[in-house]
């Protein structure tokens, strides 16, 4: 959660893109809560996600726990899918999930950045992610709490761009500027 108040309030409320947030959880963990306080600290709409919700640009979408979180599109409407099935890598909701269905819907314009946790969740999904044409961002080990999923994501091969954590919002504005809008 600190590591996220560190970034999510520093991006700017006119942000051209969702934000979707993956932390490891148990089923009724606090990440309601969470949203709540990120909620009274940014410029952006921070939500718990919820099933079957329409996607909207500036708004963040916090993964319940216990819930894998994706994305689907149809008819035009990109919309949340929550899934109660297995874990991936021993946790739910598991980044690599989120990351996988992202590119289905998203393709090249995704800005994808991985912060800090234990074990290698969300290197195969970066990867991927990257392979596509997406764009993707790790926290340094200097500033990092827990720098195992960076660190597993670094040495896969699955990042472009490894920044301290106060950089990192800058960057998500600048890669999805350039994404969104071709600056």
Same mark, same amino acid.
């Given at each position: 959660?600190?590591?996220?108040?560190?970034? !999510?309030?520093?991006?700017?409320?006119?942000?051209?893109?969702?934000?979707?947030? %993956?932390?490891?959880?148990?089923?009724?963990?606090? @990440? $309601?809560?969470?949203?709540?306080? #990120?909620?009274?600290?940014?410029?952006?709409? !921070? $939500?718990?996600?919820?099933?079957?919700?329409?996607?909207?640009?500036?708004?963040?979408? *916090?993964?319940?726990?216990?819930?894998?979180? &994706?994305?689907?599109?149809?008819?035009?409407?990109? +919309?949340?899918?929550?899934? $109660?099935?297995?874990?991936?890598?021993?946790?739910?909701?598991?980044?690599? %999930?989120?990351?996988?269905?992202? #590119?289905?819907?998203?393709? $090249?314009?995704? %800005?994808?950045?991985?912060?800090? =946790?234990?074990?290698?969740? =969300?290197?195969?999904?970066?990867?991927?992610? +990257?392979? /596509?044409? =997406?764009? &993707?961002?790790? @926290?340094?080990?200097?500033? @990092?709490? !827990?720098?195992?999923?960076?660190? /597993?994501? *670094?040495?896969?091969?699955?990042?472009?761009?490894?920044?301290?954590?106060?950089?990192?919002?800058?960057?998500?504005? +600048?890669?999805?500027?350039?994404? @969104?809008?071709?600056?």
């Amino acid at each position: 959660p600190s590591t996220l108040e560190q970034v !999510i309030p520093r991006l700017p409320g006119d942000l051209p893109a969702p934000v979707f947030v %993956v932390q490891h959880m148990p089923e009724g963990a606090f @990440c $309601k809560q969470l949203a709540e306080r #990120l909620n009274a600290l940014s410029e952006l709409e !921070i $939500k718990e996600a919820t099933n079957n919700e329409k996607v909207v640009a500036g708004v963040v979408y *916090i993964a319940p726990g216990g819930y894998h979180m &994706t994305v689907r599109k149809s008819l035009g409407v990109v +919309r949340i899918k929550l899934i $109660k099935g297995q874990p991936v890598h021993a946790v739910m909701p598991a980044v690599d %999930v989120t990351a996988e269905s992202m #590119l289905d819907v998203y393709g $090249k314009n995704i %800005v994808a950045t991985i912060l800090t =946790g234990m074990g290698f969740d =969300g290197a195969a999904g970066f990867k991927k992610i +990257r392979d /596509a044409g =997406g764009s &993707t961002i790790a @926290c340094s080990e200097d500033t @990092c709490i !827990i720098f195992g999923m960076p660190k /597993a994501a *670094i040495e896969a091969g699955a990042i472009d761009v490894v920044k301290p954590i106060f950089k990192i919002p800058e960057e998500i504005v +600048r890669m999805s500027e350039v994404k @969104c809008n071709g600056k």
